[in-house]
């Protein structure tokens, strides 16, 4: 008998619970079954086994990310969107992980519907467009991934404070790294995500120049 008020969608944020505590190795029918206080075979009316489960857990991931209205000029569109991304990951570092999955689901593919679109209204090629969204995306998520240790947005001064002490006595020897350190992470809370804003600048000024020329080569043919 299926559990009562028990329902897909609970599963999969339970799903989501287990992952960002313990990453995806960490869900499996019985430690989702945990979180929500069932026996596991309760699960199975709602999921037909971990691969399906993992499988809506990477989907839903793609039904929570930011889609720009069409009326949205795109560079401050795709800004948002690299930005609500980049917070996705910290607060779900899983999402990573499942980026991309190869076998995509319905809001996976109804996201990339919607966000070639919004480009195409926008002027982007659909091939342009494509290298576009892997250019934001493969930043967001290597800078998620390189600074993953590092507190950023959210976290205590405390915290920033312990991590640079931590890491002082590695770098001492190493006084460019050490200069690093003190002008990126030292100073006063958010200077990590500051150089997440001008890196993410220069994909979206590099992407500007390139569309612009795209127009002018189609204009003269």
């Known amino acids: 008998m299926a559990h009562r008020g028990l329902t897909q969608q609970l599963v999969i944020e339970a799903a989501a619970a287990v992952a960002d505590r313990g990453g995806l190795a960490s869900v499996s029918m019985r430690t989702v079954a945990a979180e ?3 026996q596991a075979m309760s699960l199975y009316h709602h999921v037909a086994n971990k691969h399906a489960l993992l499988f809506l857990l990477a989907d839903g991931a793609y039904g929570a990310m930011v889609v720009p209205d ?27 992980d499942v980026f991309g ?15 070639f679109r919004y480009l195409s209204v926008h ?8 290298s576009a969204l892997y250019a934001i995306d493969s930043y967001v998520l290597g ?27 590695a770098i001492a020897d190493y006084p460019l790294v ?12 958010g200077s990590v995500i500051e150089q997440f804003d001008i890196g993410l600048g220069f994909i979206v000024d590099g992407l500007d120049r390139s569309l612009a020329a795209l127009v002018a080569e189609a204009a003269r043919s």
């Open 178 to 189: 050490a200069a690093a350190v003190a002008s990126n992470i030292a100073q006063p809370q």
């Open 36 to 38: 929500l206080d069932v």
């Open 143 to 169: 800078f998620a991934t390189m600074t993953r240790s590092v507190p950023l947005v959210g976290e205590s001064r405390r915290d920033v404070d312990a991590f640079v002490a931590d890491l002082a006595p």
């Open 101 to 115: 999955a190869p076998d995509p689901g319905p809001l996976q593919l109804g996201h990339w519907e919607a966000m």
């Open 123 to 130: 002027g982007f090629p659909t091939a342009f467009a494509s």
């Open 70 to 96: 069409d009326a949205e000029p795109w560079r401050e569109g795709m800004r948002r969107r690299a930005w609500a991304l980049l917070d996705d990951t910290k607060r779900h570092p899983w999402i990573r």
